[in-house]
């Protein structure tokens, strides 16, 4: 069971809160002019990485196509928060639960993929993890 | 040698443990600097320092242990002085400043807030809000995922939708968190979420704030919050213009 700690202790233990906790100690912080800041090569870097560009075609393209998967009729999910099975049970009907249950599938491969090649490039330095996680970090929630 | 230095606290602080490991390879033991009222918490500086995941972690580790027993003034990362002389030099010229920062802040921690969206929760959201939307999604699904032009059409409405609500969702966070805080920042830019903001908390406050994250999660289970802390109030040391910087949390929200 993998649990996402909601809050990092101060002691800073949990890896997943580790960039929250990082870009405050790289950007914020008493800065005194007597002293010299260290030249930290590799920060600019960390900065445009995590930018996420919301107006790109590749945006536009992916959002369509999730529109596309998306069952209307079942409405909102109440609680995204809660376990994928009770999401299924508040579905109508077995056209429901079979379509949310292979889309989910589908989405589980690509963001494994996703996060696969995201990782990939993740050496020693400091490095966020990109947006476009979000769901798989809310499905680690809950798994 | 020069001398690494993580934050200032009061001289009466108890240190942090001996030996603790600071930045460097191998780590560089922490030791205290005393001056008067004041004290720094300080290790030698490495010949090279680069930000390291590890050093970075140092900093921030050796912060928190020392930030347990009380208020520290955390230094950004990367602070070196020439030598000891510098840093107690430092604090003797600056004793009136650093002492009312430690008196602002005392028994106050820092929490970060971060919140994106989760996908699909919000993307049926703003489906649902969105007759127009709705209409061309209709459309494209009829005609079979519809031709480029119309997937294009359909992700641009959507993603501009997407980008108003997180406006709004970003200020709503920070609007329900802000009662229960002593003074709000806004957090470092470009970091693509739809809110990231620091809060002022006092450490005897810390549940009830804790609860008001909750409540958010409750109320906007279409987002994603990430609450951090306690912290060192990196965010808070500096009392300059643009802090507290409650006027402009939230304002990070989009990304462009």
Same mark, same amino acid.
């Given at each position: ?143 | ?20 490991? $600071? ?131 359909? $992700? ?83 009392? $300059? ?16």
């Amino acid at each position: 069971m993998t649990v996402v700690p909601a809050e990092t202790s101060g002691g800073g233990g949990g890896t997943s809160g580790l960039y929250d906790v990082l870009e405050l100690v790289l950007d914020r912080g008493l800065v005194i002019d007597a002293f010299v800041r260290v030249s930290l090569v590799g920060i600019e870097i960390l900065k445009i990485d995590v930018r996420v560009v919301v107006a790109s075609v590749d945006t536009y393209l992916r959002f369509a196509e999730a529109c596309n998967r998306l069952d209307l009729e079942a409405g909102p999910r109440k609680s995204p928060g809660l376990p994928e099975i009770v999401g299924e049970v508040t579905e109508s009907g077995a056209r429901g639960k079979s379509k949310g249950a292979l889309s989910g599938a589908a989405e589980t491969i690509s963001e494994a993929f996703k996060q696969g090649r995201s990782e990939h490039s993740e050496e020693g330095e400091a490095r966020p993890r990109p947006r476009k996680a979000t769901s798989s970090r809310r499905r680690e929630e809950q798994e | 040698m020069s001398t690494y230095v993580y934050g200032i606290m009061a001289a009466s602080h108890p240190s942090p443990p001996e030996g603790m490991a $600071g930045v460097g390879d191998p780590p560089r033991p922490v030791r205290v600097l005393k001056a008067g009222e004041l004290a720094a918490v300080v290790s030698d500086a490495p010949e090279e320092l680069r930000p390291k995941r590890r050093d970075l972690l140092a900093h921030q580790n050796v912060l928190s242990e020392a930030g347990a027993a009380g208020c520290v003034l955390p230094m950004r990362f990367g602070s070196v002085a020439p030598d000891d002389a510098t840093v107690t030099g430092v604090l003797t010229e600056r004793a009136e400043h650093y002492t009312e920062r430690l008196r602002a802040l005392d028994g106050k921690v820092e929490y970060n807030i971060k919140a994106g969206h989760v996908e699909e929760a919000v993307l049926h959201r703003v489906m649902s809000e969105n007759p127009d939307i709705r209409a061309q999604a209709e459309a494209n699904r009829r005609a079979g995922g519809g031709s480029y032009d119309d997937r294009l059409r359909l $992700g641009e409405m959507v993603a501009g939708a997407v980008k108003a609500r997180e406006a709004e969702d970003g200020a709503a966070v920070v609007r329900a968190l802000t009662p229960e805080a002593a003074a709000v920042s806004a957090g470092p830019e470009s970091t693509g979420w739809l809110v990231n903001a620091s809060f002022l908390v006092d450490r005897e406050a810390a549940a009830r704030f804790l609860d008001a994250a909750e409540q958010v999660r409750r109320d906007m289970p279409h987002l994603e919050l990430r609450v951090n802390g306690p912290l060192p109030p990196y965010s808070f040391v500096e009392p $300059g213009p643009s802090e507290p910087a409650a006027s402009t949390a939230g304002a990070d929200v989009g990304t462009g």
